[in-house]
């Protein structure tokens, strides 16, 4: 009852400031399109179905009339998605606990699409919202959803299947359909070469021809961190997921526990790799860790860490050198290792060693988990982020403008 008694003052506390600019909008739609109101048929708490209001034309300030719905009770300001009918309709029985809630203007699932991590099922999002629903719960969801919308752009923005970055070729995918491909190619017969690049990776290939080949001729490039999806709002696309390698990996070695591959932990600090893979086994029982060595070799081991990554019968190879090293080291090797797919993690085995702790969920919801590796790491990470960050914007500006040539 005190939630509902919020939305419903906080409904009409909006609906009284922002009177006259909502009796100009009003005019602006019924001068554009002879109408009003217009809505969308939607199903509400208990499955009574609503129309969600907008108004009729499409110009700026279109959703403000929503606050009517808020205020009649037939959404909350924090709530589940609000379904159609067909949608409602798929729900299993498992799921019907979000229509004893009512559809929010923000959700869970909706704050983690904005800013590319909604990789949870959307029905578990939902009972862990059901379940930890409160005044302080409620509006910390609703601050993050303004925050991470201003990072969002336009998600109408057509999302085409590759994405280029400086002459980089990324795949506009989901974490699903990613780890769906490397599973693939396990199986396939010709090994393969996965890389993940964020704003400092593609800073660097600007300057470094030699990892920019290589990025160009890897069978596959994921887009990893926010700076990403900023620089696909500003040449007018949109980014399907923020598929990064540390959300990626715990879904791998669940995929990997249940299929029966085995991966192959490769770099770090010594005793990191072994203490990645002592977590993850611990979380996935059955999966198989085929070895592990730290990153501290020099040239002449080489040959005897690939002969004993290849004796181990390793799947997946993941090297975790940082940016460009693993690149480099993985493609001069690339004809000699067995494993059949070979990727670069950076800084992964230091995050699920419990070396360095990841940052807050909620500070990955509004898309701030780089400034979290600031405040951990000032000393090495203020040039990739201080100066990095603007450098690649710039540089995504001049893309646009067809200034970059490499």
């Not at 005044?135 to 969002?152: D, I, Y």
């Not at 299947?161 to 491909?181: C, H, K, R, S, Y």
């Not at 050198?321 to 059949?340: I, N, S, T, Y």
């Not at 670069?344 to 807050?360: E, H, K, M, Q, T």
């Amino acid at each position: 009852m005190k939630l509902r008694a919020i939305d419903f003052v906080l409904a009409a506390a909006l609906l009284i400031v922002l009177a006259p600019v909502l009796a100009v909008r009003a005019l602006v739609s019924i001068l554009r399109s002879g109408r009003l109101f217009s809505g969308t048929d939607l199903v509400g708490r208990f499955g009574a179905p609503f129309r969600r209001l907008h108004f009729a034309d499409d110009a700026p300030g279109a959703g403000l009339p929503v606050l009517l719905n808020i205020l009649r009770g037939e959404m909350a300001f924090a709530g589940p998605r609000p379904l159609t009918a067909e949608e409602a309709a798929a729900i299993p029985a498992s799921g019907r606990i979000r229509f004893e809630m009512r559809p929010g203007l923000v959700s869970p699932y909706t704050l983690r699409a904005q800013v590319g991590i909604a990789y949870e099922d959307e029905e578990a999002l939902d009972r862990e919202f059901h379940a930890m629903q409160s005044v302080k719960h409620n509006f910390g969801l609703v601050l993050r959803a303004c925050v991470s919308q201003l990072l969002a752009g336009n998600t109408e923005s057509p999302a085409p299947d590759i994405l280029q970055f400086f002459g980089v070729p990324i795949a506009n995918t989901t974490m699903a359909e990613a780890i769906d491909w490397i599973a693939e190619r396990v199986r396939g017969d010709r090994a393969a070469i996965l890389a993940f690049v964020n704003p400092d990776c593609l800073n660097i290939a600007c300057v470094n021809p030699e990892y920019r080949s290589i990025l160009k001729a890897a069978d596959r490039v994921l887009p990893d961190g926010i700076g990403i999806r900023l620089g696909c709002r500003m040449l007018g696309v949109s980014l399907r997921a923020n598929v990064n390698g540390s959300d990626l990996f715990p879904r791998l070695c669940e995929r990997c526990a249940e299929e029966g591959l085995s991966l192959y932990l490769l770099g770090a600090r010594p005793g990191i790799a072994a203490l990645t893979a002592d977590n993850m086994r611990q979380r996935f029982p059955a999966l198989k860790i085929a070895g592990t060595r730290d990153g501290y070799f020099g040239e002449d081991d080489e040959p005897e860490v690939v002969e004993t990554i290849n004796r181990s019968g390793a799947d997946i190879l993941l090297v975790a050198f940082g940016v460009p090293r693993q690149e480099l080291w993985l493609w001069r090797h690339r004809d000699r290792l067995a494993p059949k797919v070979a990727m670069g993690v950076g800084g992964l085995f230091d995050f699920y060693s419990g070396w360095i702790p990841r940052a807050p969920l909620w500070m990955r919801e509004i898309g701030l988990e780089w400034s979290w590796r600031l405040l951990q790491e000032p000393t090495r990470m203020w040039r990739r982020y201080i100066i990095g960050n603007p450098l690649f914007l710039y540089r995504v500006w001049r893309q646009k403008l067809g200034k970059i040539n490499l």
